[in-house]
């Protein structure tokens, strides 16, 4: 017998009644029912609030493929606050997969591997991993204030590979604490409310088209922590509330007046790079890395022609993202680059095209014939000035 046969053969044959018929009463009509149920509406009413705000001018949404796309990024926003907020529990620490080819949200990367654990500061956590190959490794402790489903101060601290030693297999072990204590040392700033770890990879083939690879990564309380106890209506409701803070706090309409000075508005052309902490005061942000975004505006025959040079640095790459920061499809198509998959000078110079089809020149990134999106770029732990990116539209 099937097991979901076995299931209805026993409610429809009043198992399920008579196990729970002694402890369930029902509620008169109309009376709350728990704190969870409150909650649950409250993440409801968030939901029916963003979609009326998607209908306002700021969100500048005009076409039905506008309006489909914002409520995919608002579900892959709900999907992670759920994996990740709502049975977070700072006391047992887990990691998630922040994003993945079926999950994007805040500027996701196909180089990149990024987990992300809910914390705080009156704990001492023990993180135990391997580099796994990658280019680069790193951790951020992001600030909030407890409630806020994901932290929105900014950056508290950052440890990269460079600042903790693994062993010749790759493996390393890092204590996350307020106290410094020998070996591998990462400081827990008063505060804190998650971790993110960032995995970067700069190969020929990227890395989140490799379905196989494994980047082994854990986290612990290193205090002996009792068994949890069944959850309670209280519990859950805050779960719920998390969730709905992390939701509230990362759909946005990316028309923001305090956008850094590196995003540029005007089509086609980007802002001069800042090299310099800003990024610390930016939730998710990477204080490594100098970024660079613009958008692209292009007919059915236009293209635009990229011109920079590679910075001696740990990793660079561009990435093409819809208006909501969620990378074009990757696993079929070519939308983005780093140094390796880029044909270049011997002094790093290059020539990229973005382009709605093949311009049969190298360096093509497939905008999948969207008229518009955001060009996106990462330099990382650069060791010298970054040259200016210069664009020319011309026809194809």
């Known amino acids: 017998m099937q097991r979901r046969e076995l299931i209805k053969g026993a409610v429809l044959g009043g198992a399920a009644t008579t196990l729970l018929g002694p402890t369930v009463h029902a509620m008169p009509p109309g009376a709350t029912r728990s704190e969870a149920e409150a ?50 529990d700072p006391a047992r620490p887990f990691f998630v997969s922040f994003i993945n080819q079926h999950k994007k949200l805040l500027g996701d990367n196909p180089d990149a591997r990024y987990f992300s654990a809910a914390i705080d500061d009156s704990h001492t956590y023990r993180i135990r991993g391997n580099l796994a190959g990658a280019t680069y490794t790193s951790f951020t402790v992001e600030l909030g204030t407890g409630t806020d489903g994901g932290g929105g ?43 993110t770890t960032r995995h970067y990879y ?14 082994p990564i854990d986290i612990q309380n290193t205090a002996k922590i009792p068994p949890r106890a069944a959850p ?12 709905t803070e992390f939701v509230r706090g990362n759909t946005t309409s990316m028309n923001d007046g305090n956008s850094p000075s ?8 980007f802002a001069p790079m800042v090299q310099d902490d800003s990024n610390a005061n930016i939730s998710y942000a990477a204080r490594d890395n100098v970024y660079a975004m613009a958008p692209w505006v292009l007919g059915p025959k ?29 696993e079929e198509r070519n939308i983005s680059l780093n140094r390796l998959q880029t044909q270049q000078d011997a002094d790093g110079n290059f020539e990229m095209i973005v382009a709605h089809r093949d311009p049969g020149r190298p360096n093509w990134l ?15 732990l650069a060791e010298e000035e970054i040259a200016p990116l210069t664009t020319q539209v011309i026809e194809l």
């Open 262 to 269: 590196w995003v540029s508005r005007v089509p086609n052309t």
């Open 366 to 380: 497939d905008t999948e014939g969207r008229p518009y999106g955001v060009m996106f770029w990462r330099f990382q």
């Open 232 to 243: 309670t209506d209280a519990d859950i409701a805050a779960g719920i509330r998390r969730v």
């Open 302 to 330: 236009q293209a635009l022609v990229i011109r920079g040079r590679f910075p001696k640095c740990r990793f660079a790459n561009v990435v093409l993202f819809n208006r909501f920061l969620q990378t074009l499809n990757y």
């Open 39 to 88: 909650a649950l509406a409250e993440l409801q009413q968030a939901l029916d609030q963003l979609e009326q705000d998607f209908h306002k001018p700021e969100w500048r949404l005009r076409t039905p493929a506008d309006f489909a796309e914002v409520r995919r990024v608002l579900l892959h926003t709900l999907m992670h606050g759920l994996q990740t907020w709502f049975e977070a």
């Open 153 to 195: 101060k900014g950056l508290g601290s950052t440890l990269n590979d460079t600042e903790f030693e693994a062993d010749k297999n790759g493996d390393y072990e890092i204590t996350l604490s307020r106290d410094k204590v020998p070996g591998n040392w990462m400081r827990l700033p008063a505060g804190a409310v998650s971790l």
């Open 202 to 215: 700069e190969r020929k083939d990227s890395i989140n088209r490799d379905r196989m690879h494994h980047i």
